[in-house]
């Protein structure tokens, strides 16, 4: 084994989190001089314009209408991971999000026998909390994690979850937790409020301008968000900055015309940048029924935005309650928007949390010591003699 490692990476390729961090591992690992290939369904969004740095490789679905009602994707995935493992001879198959990409790296295996890379899965949330607990892929989600030569999580929630929702006793199963992390030079603290001046042309100087950023889903609770920012404008004059899009989207902008705030409120859709914008606004909101993690808030931080969430998942792991932002009960919007009213009336206090947010996550979250950990997580595992045909771990 030579020094340089033969990786590959597999996650969705669309706007979201866990598309978000793999993509910044691989591309990490390949400026560390490792051989990289991200194996999808598309050119994941961060890859724009970096892809000379890495090897893509398409995965393509054949159309046999007459017989296929719904998707061979793992099928499709699991035959280029085959192809590309046996042709790249790879080291390791970094896999994001379980479904279905751990059984998908499960099947490469068992066809590639001794020859396999070594597996490492990173959960990322829905995958354990929402899709992979449900009845119809809970057996083959657990399973899959289960012969994984290393899972990973972003946080001890989601750690403590994955073993209590799969039912998996912790010795059988250990999980690293590496925490998400932030390119802090791309979110940094430069404040340019001229920014907003397009979204929100006559923007007052000292109007506040709330912000959300995610993939309007129900976990989101994009209403609390529309609702927190009802509350505070009753009180406070602010506007709303809606970055993302998704199925709760509609809806949002329907009750916003209900209340006659449309005019107070830009949706962005997706963005693929949109730092400069973060940095500009003076709180982000993250109302969540679930979140493993919460990149969006991180990357909210690291810009030294203060934080209003629901004390919920991993986000207490990142937000410190009273000192870089403020948790409130999920569900509970007057008192987020109290939080708020206290941050955006009080220049000093903002200030406070505001510098705290940016030092918290330079000391906590930067991206190399997480790619030192990954790095260090392959390292071992290519240390380690493969058992013939199945993974070093005790099997489930
Ligand atoms: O929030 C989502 O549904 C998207 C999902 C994803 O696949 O990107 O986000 C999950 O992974 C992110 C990256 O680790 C985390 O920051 C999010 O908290 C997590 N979402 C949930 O747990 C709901």
Redesign the pocket.
């Known amino acids: 084994m030579t020094d340089r490692l033969n990786l590959a990476i597999t996650c969705?390729p669309t706007f979201?989190?866990?598309?978000?961090?793999a993509t910044e591992i691989g591309l990490a690992m390949a400026d560390r001089g490792h051989r990289v290939h991200f194996i999808a369904r598309d050119l994941p969004v961060r890859l724009h314009g970096m892809t000379r740095k890495v090897i893509f490789h398409e995965v393509t679905e054949s159309d046999y209408p007459a017989l296929f009602h719904s998707g061979t994707y793992p099928l499709a995935l699991a035959s280029k991971m085959i192809e590309v493992a046996s042709y790249e001879r790879l080291d390791i198959l970094h896999v994001?999000?379980a479904v279905p990409h751990a059984t998908a790296a499960w099947m490469a295996r068992e066809v590639l026998g001794d020859k396999a890379p070594r597996i490492v899965t990173?959960l990322?949330?829905?995958?354990t909390?929402?899709v992979g607990i449900d009845p119809n892929y809970l057996p083959i989600t657990r399973f899959s994690i289960l012969r994984s030569d290393a899972v990973t999580t972003?946080?001890e929630f989601?750690r403590r979850a994955t073993w209590e929702g799969f039912g998996i006793p912790p010795e059988s199963c250990p999980i690293d937790v590496i925490p998400?992390f932030v390119d802090t030079e791309r979110y940094a603290s430069v404040r340019d409020r001229q920014a907003l001046h397009q979204l929100f042309p006559g923007l007052p100087e000292d109007e506040p301008v709330l912000v959300h950023v995610?993939?309007f889903?129900p976990?989101?609770r994009i209403g609390d968000v529309v609702a927190v920012f009802a509350a505070v404008h009753r009180e406070r004059p602010c506007r709303l900055l809606m970055i993302g899009d998704g199925p709760e989207r509609s809806p949002a902008e329907r009750r916003l015309r209900e209340l006659g705030l449309e005019d107070r409120v830009a949706f962005l859709g997706k963005q693929e940048s949109f730092a400069e914008l973060l940095a500009a606004a003076d709180v982000f909101l993250l109302p969540?029924e679930?979140?493993?993690?919460?990149?969006?808030a991180?990357e909210a931080l690291s810009c030294g935005i203060p934080v209003v969430a629901s004390n919920i998942?991993?986000i207490p792991e990142q937000v410190d309650h009273g000192t870089t932002g403020y948790l409130a009960p999920m569900g509970d919007v007057e008192g987020m928007a109290g939080y708020v009213l206290e941050l955006v009336r009080d220049p000093e206090l903002w200030g406070r949390f505001s510098r705290r947010a940016r030092q918290n996550v330079l000391d906590r979250f930067q991206l190399a010591p997480a790619i030192d950990r990954y790095e260090a997580l392959y390292r071992r595992l290519t240390s380690c003699p493969s058992s013939p045909g199945g993974p070093w771990r005790p099997a489930p």
């Not at 990322?124 to 995958?127: A, E, K, Q, S, Y």
């Not at 679930?290 to 969006?296: D, H, I, N, R, V």
């Open positions: 969705f979201g989190g866990s598309g978000m961090i994001h999000y990173t990322h949330g829905t995958d909390t929402l972003p946080s989601l998400n995610s993939n889903r976990v989101k969540s679930q979140e493993s993690f919460g990149l969006a991180l998942g991993g």
